[in-house]
């Protein structure tokens, strides 16, 4: 484009102020009026900047913890927590016993105590009652 003022052809403009009249002139016309813009506009759009562009597509978003999921011990839930498991490894620890050692005077196999203890299956109630005879504790209601 050309500068309004002298005709120049020019690769930016200038806004000026020349005489309350808004003009696009060149560099060196500029001095003759009150500069619009303070910075000398492009006649070509400038290029918009990448980094607005593309800014958020590569931001790494953790995936959230896995949840842990332990059968028998309820947690988000509105589900009662069954203890059964806890009160039966505490009991025996108190009575200084192993799974296998307890196992063994429940008749039942140790992979089973192990299950119990991590309330990953109830005793059935002929087993609770062994285990509830044995070591002095009451789980019958709470496998119910
Ligand atoms: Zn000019």
């Given amino acids: ?5 002298c005709g120049k052809v020019m690769d930016r ?4 102020i020349i005489d ?17 813009t303070k910075k000398p506009a492009a006649v070509q759009r400038e290029p918009i900047p990448q980094n607005t562009v593309q ?6 978003v953790p995936p959230p913890p ?9 947690e988000d839930t509105d589900e009662p927590i069954i203890d059964f498991g806890h009160m039966i490894k505490k009991r025996r620890e108190e009575m200084g ?7 063994n ?9 192990a299950k119990i203890e991590r309330e990953e299956i109830k005793p059935d109630k002929h087993t609770a009652r062994k285990i509830e005879k044995l070591m002095g504790v009451r789980i019958l209601e709470k496998i119910q």
Avoid at 20 to 36: P, T
Avoid at 97 to 103: I, T, V
């Fill in 1 to 5: 484009m050309n500068c309004e003022l």
């Fill in 13 to 16: 403009y200038h806004e000026v």
């Fill in 20 to 36: 309350g009249v808004k003009m696009r002139v060149c560099q060196d016309c500029a001095k003759y009026g009150k500069e619009v």
């Fill in 55 to 60: 800014r958020n597509n590569f931001i790494h």
């Fill in 66 to 74: 896995p949840r842990r999921k332990t059968p028998g011990t309820v």
């Fill in 97 to 103: 016993l192993s799974q296998e050692q307890l196992a």
């Fill in 105 to 113: 005077k429940l008749q039942e196999k140790k992979n089973l105590i």
